[in-house]
């Protein structure tokens, strides 16, 4: 693996995938993007209660605001799990998407930042949930351009 690409959350079990995804990139000599995917339906929340605050307050706050807290989240949580045990070469990225749109900003992702192996959380789900509401992960699978390795909550 040259490039490896990990969506992550601040969670324990993205916390796990990331350290797996750092041992791998550690043994291969590779470097990682750990994307963090913001909801857009939570960013526009964000963004509202954040004019909202301002306008009481009398300040103006942007909307990369709401960004750089992702991006700082992530940046906190790969100082923790990968600065201290490997030696690994890192960057973050930060998107805002729709629900349904999680998959093509990880495989498009990949495909910007030349990366060949994606490293996911899914979830289980039975086949009519994935047939109904389709799987991320299945979405990766099929479009991402090179290894996906996928870990379950």
Known sequence: MEHGLVVVEHTDEHRDLLQE???NA????????LLAL???AEYEDEVDTLDS??????????EGTILEAAEQ??????TEVISDDFNVEWEVLVSVVDEDERARAV?????????????IL???RSPTGKAIFGDFAQRVILNFDGYVTVSTE
């Open 53 to 62: 605050i301002g306008n009481i307050e009398n300040v103006s706050y942007s």
């Open 73 to 78: 989240d992530v940046t906190d949580l790969a």
């Open 21 to 23: 995804a750092a041992a």
């Open 122 to 124: 899914g979830r289980h």
């Open 26 to 33: 550690a043994g291969t000599n590779g470097e990682l993007l």
């Open 38 to 40: 913001v909801d857009e």
């Open 107 to 119: 495989v498009r992702a990949g495909a910007e930042n030349d990366c060949d192996h994606a490293y």
